[in-house]
T-cell receptor
Framework: GQNIDQPTEMTATEGAIVQINCTYQ??????LFWYQQHAGEAPTFLSY??LDGLEEKGRFSSFLSRSKGYSYLLLKELQMKDSASYLC??????????WGAGTKLIIKP | IAGITQAPTSQILAAGRRMTLRCTQD?????MYWYRQDLGLGLRLIHY???????GKGEVPDGYSVSRANTDDFPLTLASAVPSQTSVYFC?????????????FGPGTRLTVL
């Protein structure tokens, strides 16, 4: 079956760095998305990786290892507004997104 | 540009009633999607449409129907609501369907079935 695993909740301190991991098992693979979702709001796109390696975009970076079925989202210089859920989603061979349950990130002052 | 709009924002519905959730996008996207989001679970695809005039079933289609008469609108209908359909429903769209295009989400409809 198809499966996405990510931690349920993480806590970090304002100004610090946090890494949110995601492992996936899908029938075929066409890339890995990360979305941010603030409480009560819609998910918004953060990043897309299809090749191995690190993609940096400001304070946020996303890494992919296709051979390991593994990705992580790295958030630097954490701000209180980064408190949100982070959703990992893999695009399968039919170009359908398989979603993880999300990681709730709590930022403490 | 509004992007994607959904209506209603929230609704409380008696079991057995029929309900249509509305979704409209103004980005001229070809593909549209309906998801439900439940606590502790990932977003689950209900139905999708790759282009106007076509629809397909997602992971959890039972009890739901959709239509795609034009590019902009993609309504989701619950023919006879049941309490297990209590959820937050998100509509999304993307420029293409057989590509890696980003999906853009509407603000969601919070539905409670009693």
């Amino acid at each position: 079956g198809q499966n996405i695993d990510q931690p349920t909740e993480m806590t970090a301190t304002e100004g610090a760095i946090v890494q949110i991991n995601c492992t996936y098992q899908t029938s075929g693979f066409n890339g890995l998305f990360w979305y941010q979702q603030h409480a009560g709001e819609a998910p918004t796109f953060l990043s897309y990786n299809v090749l191995d390696g690190l993609e940096e975009k400001g304070r946020f970076s996303s890494f992919l290892s296709r051979s390991k079925g593994y990705s992580y989202l790295l958030l630097k210089e954490l701000q209180m507004k980064d408190s949100a859920s982070y959703l990992c989603a893999a695009l399968d061979s039919n170009y359908q997104l398989i979603w993880g349950a999300g990681t709730k990130l709590i930022i403490k002052p | 540009i509004a992007g994607i709009t959904q209506a209603p924002t929230s609704q409380i519905l008696a079991a057995g009633r029929r309900m249509t959730l509305r979704c409209t996008q103004d980005m001229r996207h070809n593909a549209m999607y309906w998801y439900r989001q439940d606590l502790g679970l990932g977003l689950r695809l209900i139905h999708y449409s790759n282009t106007a005039g076509t629809t397909g079933k997602g992971e959890v289609p039972d009890g739901y129907s959709v239509s795609r008469a034009n590019t902009d609108d993609f309504p989701l209908t619950l023919a006879s609501a049941v309490p297990s359909q209590t959820s937050v429903y998100f509509c999304a769209s993307s420029a293409g369907s057989t590509s890696t295009d980003t999906q853009y989400f509407g603000p969601g409809t919070r539905l409670t079935v009693l």
